[in-house]
C-alpha cells in the first residue's frame, strides 16, 4: 500500500505548482458556481494539491488561491439564487439533488446567518446550496459578503494544513502505512463486532415476557341456581 502512496505522490508532485494552483481555482469557482462540488467535493481536490505545499510561501500561495476561489465561487452561486433561485431548485438538476439536501441547506442558513455561513463552508453538500439559498432569500450581499471571506479564509488554512501534513507524515513513515491500515482495519471489525452485540443483546432484553398463568384455584362453592 505504501508504493501505491508513493507513486500517487510522485505523480502529484511532477505536476508545476502554478498548474496545481490553477486546478484548485477553477475547481473551487465551479463547485458552488454551476453546484460541480456535488459531484466532486473541492475538499478533495484541494487535499491533493496540498500534499505538494513544501514550504511556507507555498503554504500561504496555496490558501490564497482556495480562499480567494471559493469567495468568487460562493459569491457567484448566491447571485445565481438571487436571480434564478426558485427555478434552480424547481428544475430538473434540483430535483436530482434531492429536497432534502435544500431543506438541510435552507436550515443551516435560518439557524443564526452569520455562524451558518461561516460553518457551511465546512459541510459537504451544504457548502454548494447555501449561496444559492442566500441569494433565494434575497439575504443583503453586504452582509452575505464577509461571513463568506472568513468561511473561505478559515477553510482554506485548514484542508490547505491538513494536506501537507498528511503528506509530510506519509513521506516521513511510507513504511508505516501498510501496518497501521491493517492494525485499524482489524480494530474497526473489532468495534463492529462488539456494537452488534450489545445491540443484539438490548433487543433481547427489551422483548417483554409473557407472565405465568396461574391456574384457577377451585373455592368447592356451586353457583346459586
Known sequence: MENWMMSLLGALDAIPFWQLCLIVGVMLVLETTVLVGLVTPGEVVL????????????????????????????????????????????????????????????GVLRGGAGRAIVGSRFLAVAHSLVPVIAGTLRMQLRRFAPYTALGAVLWGLV???????????????????????????????????????????????????????????????????
Open 47 to 106: 487535499l491533493a494539491a496540498a500534499t505538494t505545499v513544501g514550504s511556507a510561501g507555498e503554504y500561504a500561495v496555496m490558501v490564497t488561491v482556495a480562499a480567494g476561489a471559493s469567495l468568487a465561487g460562493q459569491t457567484g452561486g448566491y447571485l445565481i439564487g438571487r436571480r434564478f433561485g426558485g427555478r434552480i431548485r424547481g428544475s430538473w438538476a434540483g430535483r436530482k439533488i434531492g429536497e432534502p439536501h435544500w431543506v438541510r441547506a435552507e
Open 159 to 225: 484542508y490547505v494544513g491538513l494536506g501537507s501534513a498528511a503528506s509530510a507524515a506519509v513521506r516521513h513513515s511510507a513504511h508505516l502505512i501498510g501496518p497501521v491500515f491493517t492494525g485499524v482495519l482489524v480494530a474497526v471489525v473489532v468495534v463492529v463486532l462488539i456494537v452488534r452485540a450489545v445491540r443484539r443483546s438490548r433487543r433481547e432484553a427489551a422483548v417483554p415476557t409473557s407472565p405465568p398463568v396461574t391456574p384457577a384455584v377451585p373455592t368447592g362453592r356451586t353457583p346459586a341456581p
